[in-house]
């Protein structure tokens, strides 16, 4: 398995289509929420996921605008639950704290995830609230703090 960095114009038009059925799938379809997926925040991100042999397993996207955020945080279902989660966010905290350290990265996560999030180093700074109908967070994340 392995894990890439890419920039929108550097996807190839079949990783693309694969990146956006897994954020149909799982915020759209499994989640139950109709919005809009595809929000044009695409080409100014940063793609982070990991392959097997044969299709994405996880993926992120690092938002490269002000601020600086971190979304669309996956695990294919069939992988949740195997620590892969943990190793996605390690690889966007290493990459946030090389390329963006000392700057505010945000981050809005849905409620249940509050103490995943925190264990990086995110705190929350909003209410919970709702998303979609879905309870969530602000939060933020400021490296040395």
């Given at each position: ?10 996807l190839d038009?079949?990783?693309?289509e ?19 997926e595809?929000?044009?925040k ?8 990991k ?28 992988r949740r ?7 996605l966010?390690?690889?966007?905290m ?10 505010l ?9 509050r ?7 995110f705190?929350?700074?909003s ?6 109908n879905i ?5 933020e ?5």
């Amino acid at each position: 398995m392995m894990w890439h960095f890419r920039e929108f114009e550097d996807l190839d038009i079949h990783t693309l289509e694969e990146i956006y059925r897994l954020r149909v799938a799982v915020f759209i379809v499994e989640q139950e929420c109709a919005y809009q997926e595809i929000d044009g925040k695409d080409e100014s991100s940063l793609h982070l996921y990991k392959t097997d042999a044969s299709e994405i397993t996880a993926y992120l996207r690092i938002i490269r605008e002000e601020p600086v955020s971190i979304g669309r945080v996956i695990v294919r279902s069939d992988r949740r639950g195997t620590g892969l989660g943990r190793e996605l966010m390690v690889q966007a905290m290493e990459y946030v704290d090389a390329h963006h350290s000392g700057e505010l990265i945000y981050l809005h996560g849905q409620a249940h995830l509050r103490e995943y999030y925190e264990s990086f180093g995110f705190r929350a700074v909003s209410e919970r609230h709702l998303e979609d109908n879905i309870p969530h967070y602000h939060m933020e994340y400021k490296k040395g703090e």
